[in-house]
T-cell receptor
Framework: GAGVSQSPSNKVTEKGKDVELRCDPISGHTALYWYRQSLGQGLEFLIYFQGNSAPDKSGLPSDRFSAERTGGSVSTLTIQRTQQEDSAVYLC??????????????FGSGTQLSVL | DAKTTQPPSMDCAEGRAANLPCNHSTISGNEYVYWYRQIHSQGPQYIIHGLKNNETNEMASLIITEDRKSSTLILPHATLRDTAVYYCIGHNYGQNFVFGPGTRLSVLP
């Protein structure tokens, strides 16, 4: 597709369940980012993948959160044993890295996660 | 990434220029100044970025001071659709983007 695709667009789950959120970046983009945004708040950085380098996981809030990126393309963010405070919009973005002149983030529409 | 500071909110009359300031006094020589905006319920959208020179595109103009310690994003003729949160980010390519709280711009009819 032409843009960053995220699925599902909405996810309702019960406290304690595990969830997986998917991100399909723009083809050819080597960098992929996950952010989350709680209601009325700014963007909180979670994790950053760049090519074959070790991901920057410094933003993951707890060990219940993990993410992987297979084949340098699709990424999955997994939240184990979800808690109500995990409710937020989870945004994925990708960028073409190599020259600063073309490193622009393109965001998906996000996944609205609601933990009951 | 350099820490940036922006006013939390601003108002602008429709049709007038919106001038959004950003301070980035700790920016390094290799860091670009990026601007994004987030319209309600959407993901952020790239607007413009620059290093030292002023930049202009179809969306906006970016004015960077000579000492690079501050910049101003200019929307020349603001419309109601420009109401959004505007983020100023100091960024070195190949690193992650860190978003601050931004400036909430309200364009008033």
């Amino acid at each position: 597709g032409a843009g960053v695709s995220q699925s599902p667009s909405n996810k309702v789950t019960e406290k304690g369940k595990d969830v997986e959120l998917r991100c399909d970046p723009i083809s050819g983009h080597t960098a992929l980012y996950w952010y989350r945004q709680s209601l009325g708040q700014g963007l909180e950085f979670l994790i950053y993948f760049q090519g074959n380098s070790a991901p920057d996981k410094s933003g993951l809030p707890s060990d219940r959160f993990s993410a992987e990126r297979t084949g340098g393309s699709v990424s999955t963010l997994t939240i184990q044993r979800t808690q109500q405070e995990d409710s937020a919009v989870y945004l994925c973005a990708s960028s073409l890295v190599g020259l600063a002149t073309n490193e622009k983030l393109f965001f998906g529409s996000g996944t609205q996660l609601s933990v009951l | 990434d350099a820490k940036t500071t922006q006013p939390p909110s601003m108002d602008c009359a429709e049709g007038r220029a919106a001038n959004l300031p950003c301070n980035h006094s700790t920016i390094s020589g290799n860091e670009y100044v990026y601007w994004y905006r987030q319209i309600h319920s959407q993901g952020p959208q790239y607007i413009i970025h620059g290093l030292k020179n002023n930049e202009t595109n179809e969306m906006a103009s970016l004015i960077i001071t000579e000492d690079r310690k501050s910049s101003t994003l200019i929307l020349p003729h603001a419309t109601l659709r420009d109401t959004a949160v505007y983020y100023c980010i100091g960024h070195n390519y190949g690193q992650n983007f860190v978003f601050g709280p931004g400036t909430r711009l309200s364009v008033l009819p």
